[in-house]
């Protein structure tokens, strides 16, 4: 605000510089027995009243918005300023030149010849101040709208984002409650070990649960911890590997954004699948932006409903980035060779 304020100071003054320059050329020009510095010397000394009285014409403006009063108040009381001001400024203007010179300054400047033009002419003055201020004042009203409005815009995006964290936690929640059902009887070892894992895995959802945006390292944590879990439901059928370029580490992504997708690389890779398969994760960077795949065997009986069934998980990912990214980020599932299925994310720099 002060940095703007002496913006503001600086160009009112650059102008005043101006007009002074102005005048006192003109005054060169049509008097010819004084010289170009006292003409500067006195448009300097005439017009120096007028920009005092500029800043308070400029508070003046401040106290009394355009929108407020109606038009024909609004007219009249500027008016009525517009008039007292003029008649201030001459006052002062002239008050000073006879406190330094006499009477003889009547005597120079024609004053029962201009006076009236001169009179004129401050109204004019303080038409062109009032205009130039309350054009400020609207383009600073309007930024700080807009301003306002961009600043609720993204309180209400992230609010819309923790509830859509929030409603990925429960969902993720069932699905591996269900797994560890699942190894009770059969595995009870391995259910503990789970049982523990679940618990790390729900500590680190605790630590980050008001943070929209992680590091990528952070997300990598997350996931390997929940692909942990998954390894000891199915043992040898599900495999994972992961290729993540140097450097990446710190690259901020959005918050549990790995899991679910890895967790549909279970259901329709693994799950489903007899003889399992590899899960791959690769993560690079490319034309600054982060590249990331997911890809996972297709299952013997993967069928057309499998593979339009998106489930919460994946659909609550395309309304975060939507939210996150507007329309620069792309999602695309695929199929590619060797009977593979793959979902890609191009997710748009944030560093």
Not at 285 to 290: A, N, P, V
Not at 295 to 300: E, K, M
Request: aromatic share 14%; charged share 20%; with cysteine.
């Amino acid at each position: 605000m002060k940095s703007k304020r002496s913006q503001f100071m600086i160009w009112s003054l650059f102008a005043w510089l101006v007009w002074v320059l102005t005048y006192a050329v003109i005054m060169d020009w049509e008097v010819k027995d004084i010289n170009f510095i006292i003409s500067l010397f006195s448009s300097a000394s005439f017009y120096f009243p007028f920009l005092i009285i500029s800043i308070g014409i400029w508070h003046i403006c401040r106290k009394i918005p355009f929108e407020r009063f109606p038009k024909i108040i609004f007219g009249l009381i500027h008016y009525l300023l517009a008039l007292l001001v003029s008649g201030l400024w001459l006052f002062l203007a002239y008050g000073g030149w006879y406190l330094a010179a006499g009477d003889v300054v009547f005597e120079m400047v024609n004053f029962y010849q201009i006076i009236g033009w001169q009179f004129l002419f401050g109204i004019v003055q303080y038409v062109l101040v009032i205009s130039i201020s309350y054009t400020v004042i609207y383009y600073r009203n309007l930024k700080q709208i807009q301003l306002a409005e961009v600043e609720l815009k993204v309180l209400m995006r992230d609010a819309e984002l923790k509830a859509l964290k929030l409603q990925m936690n429960p969902h993720f929640l069932f699905n591996t409650l269900n797994s560890v059902s699942a190894l009770v009887t059969e595995n009870p070892q391995g259910a503990r070990t789970m049982i523990a894992r679940l618990s790390e895995l729900l500590r680190m959802s605790l630590e980050h649960h008001d943070e929209l945006i992680v590091p990528l390292e952070t997300e990598l944590e997350f996931a390997r911890t929940y692909i942990s879990i998954e390894q000891i439901r199915f043992g040898n059928r599900m495999k994972y590997n992961e290729d993540i370029e140097d450097g990446l580490q710190t690259w901020p992504v959005p918050s549990m954004v790995f899991q679910p997708l890895l967790e549909n690389a279970v259901k329709y890779g693994i799950a489903n699948n007899i003889k399992g398969g590899d899960i791959r994760l690769q993560v690079k960077h490319q034309d600054s932006k982060l590249v990331c795949k997911i890809t996972n065997p297709i299952a013997p009986t993967y069928s057309d409903v499998d593979s339009t069934s998106t489930g919460t998980g994946l659909e609550n990912i395309r309304q975060r980035f939507a939210r996150l990214y507007g329309d620069s980020y792309i999602m695309e599932t695929q199929f590619s060779s060797g009977n593979e299925f793959e979902i890609v994310l191009i997710l748009p720099g944030m560093r």
